[in-house]
């Protein structure tokens, strides 16, 4: 017989501190990546999106 699976809002205190503390590793592994992505982009002006718009439809029907 295949074990039942447990909804999550009752699990062990032990097993709710594991869960958080992955959960919060992941988060931080997120957070660096994001933040070495970020530091290898240069520094770009974004364009309003009206601008970006106009210049389309400008290449488009010229």
Not at 16 to 37: F, G, H, I, M
Not at 39 to 56: G, I, N, T
């Amino acid at each position: 017989m295949a074990a039942t699976s447990h909804p999550h809002g009752r699990v062990g205190a032990g097993h709710r501190a594991k869960l958080k503390k992955w959960s919060d590793k992941v988060a931080r592994e997120d957070e660096a990546q994001v933040a070495a992505a970020s530091a290898k982009r240069p520094a770009v002006r974004r364009q309003r999106p009206l601008d970006v718009a106009k210049e389309k439809l400008r290449k488009l029907f010229h």
